[in-house]
């Protein structure tokens, strides 16, 4: 059985101080074989991408508004993808979910195979 379960959501403060990791931990595949991605749904808003990596982790991709901001990363010994988001912003409230993608890392939802069911990102003062 296929699952992708998110973690490290939360509430926290924007600004330099703001950050948070997420996790994705991957079960029921093979994980090395899949590309990731992370995405992200504000509420009354469009589902849109955030970041993807590559199989071997080798090449990775942002989308503009969390370029320099976020890090995506795997581990493919643990079957884990993260997402690390430094100075979060109040527009990255959202909740954020992880995608797996059995050909290449892509930026587009439709392209992906399995998805998590997400974790809150809430940032506030």
């Known amino acids: 059985q296929v699952q992708l379960v998110e973690s490290g959501g939360g509430l926290v403060q924007p600004g330099i101080g703001g950050s948070l990791r997420l996790s994705c931990a991957a079960s029921g595949f093979t994980f090395s074989y899949y590309a990731m991605g992370w995405f992200r749904q504000a509420t009354g808003k469009e589902r849109e991408f955030v970041a993807a990596i590559s199989k071997n982790g080798d090449n990775t991709y942002y989308a503009d508004s969390v370029k320099g901001r976020f890090t995506i990363s795997r581990d493919n010994a643990k079957n884990t993808v993260y997402l690390q988001l430094n100075s979060l912003k109040p527009e990255d409230t959202a909740v954020y979910y992880c995608?797996?993608?059995?050909?290449?890392?892509?930026?587009?939802?439709?392209?992906?195979?399995?998805w998590g069911l997400g974790t809150q990102v809430t940032v506030s003062p």
């Open positions: 995608a797996a993608n059995r050909r290449v890392a892509s930026q587009r939802g439709y392209d992906y195979d399995y």
